[in-house]
């Protein structure tokens, strides 16, 4: 068999079990529903991928990839960190009503007992981190940003918008997600602005 027919049908069942997947879950997915949806047999699957483990691990990383390209996209084409800020999260929770499975795991990873999927979320969660203490410096080096421990607030951020995001419709609509995280933000910025930015108060007398 070639190269690109093995392609092919890799393909296929990954894309066969990223539906699955995103409709009824990981853990609800059977290899068999697998097999039928893309019209292989059982052993084909198996020839390819180890277990459903291993597929699911492969959909997620494709869709961390697009995630990640879509993030670094967001948060460069805008022109200062609070503009990057609020792109690279508005792209981060715009794109998870699309990546069913990234979403899935992101919500509900604690309710399975698949230790790889600790690695995946892991690593993207480091991404993520690097991604917003690049802004973070960048705004601590232009003295729009008062902070000192970026690495801590970082990581804060990343947490404080993924509760949020927990909070929301399966498909929010846009104009909604972009005002409802322009709220949420607004006190964030609040808290990041250097002083020197904020007006001073008029004293009496």
């Given at each position: 068999?070639?190269?690109?027919?093995?392609?092919?049908?890799?393909?296929v069942i990954l894309d066969s079990a990223k539906k699955l997947f995103a409709q009824f879950g990981p853990r609800?997915?059977?290899m068999d529903e697998i097999a039928q949806v893309a019209g292989v047999g059982k052993g084909t699957i198996y020839y390819y991928f180890k277990d459903?483990?291993?597929?699911?691990l492969r959909v997620v990383h494709d869709e961390a990839e697009k995630l990640y390209h879509r993030l670094q996209s967001a948060a460069s084409e805008a022109d200062n960190p609070e503009q990057k800020l609020n792109a690279f999260f508005?792209?981060?929770?715009?794109?998870?009503t699309e990546l069913v499975n990234l979403r899935w795991l992101y919500n509900y990873m604690d309710f399975t007992r698949?230790?790889?999927?600790?690695?995946?979320?892991?690593?993207?969660?480091r991404q993520e981190q690097e991604l917003v203490e690049q802004i973070l410096k960048e705004g601590k080096n232009t003295g729009a940003f008062a902070i000192?421990?970026?690495?801590?607030?970082?990581?804060?951020l990343l947490?404080?918008?993924?509760?949020?995001?927990?909070?929301?419709?399966?498909?929010?609509?846009?104009?909604?997600?972009?005002?409802?995280?322009?709220?949420?933000?607004?006190?964030?910025?609040?808290?990041?602005?250097?002083?020197r930015e904020m007006k001073p108060e008029t004293g009496k007398g």
């Amino acid at each position: 068999m070639s190269k690109d027919k093995e392609k092919r049908i890799m393909g296929v069942i990954l894309d066969s079990a990223k539906k699955l997947f995103a409709q009824f879950g990981p853990r609800k997915t059977t290899m068999d529903e697998i097999a039928q949806v893309a019209g292989v047999g059982k052993g084909t699957i198996y020839y390819y991928f180890k277990d459903k483990e291993d597929i699911f691990l492969r959909v997620v990383h494709d869709e961390a990839e697009k995630l990640y390209h879509r993030l670094q996209s967001a948060a460069s084409e805008a022109d200062n960190p609070e503009q990057k800020l609020n792109a690279f999260f508005y792209a981060k929770l715009a794109s998870l009503t699309e990546l069913v499975n990234l979403r899935w795991l992101y919500n509900y990873m604690d309710f399975t007992r698949w230790s790889s999927l600790e690695k995946a979320t892991a690593e993207l969660a480091r991404q993520e981190q690097e991604l917003v203490e690049q802004i973070l410096k960048e705004g601590k080096n232009t003295g729009a940003f008062a902070i000192e421990d970026v690495a801590k607030i970082a990581q804060n951020l990343l947490r404080f918008v993924s509760a949020f995001g927990k909070t929301l419709p399966q498909v929010p609509s846009p104009n909604e997600l972009k005002k409802d995280l322009a709220d949420l933000l607004r006190f964030v910025f609040e808290g990041l602005r250097s002083r020197r930015e904020m007006k001073p108060e008029t004293g009496k007398g």
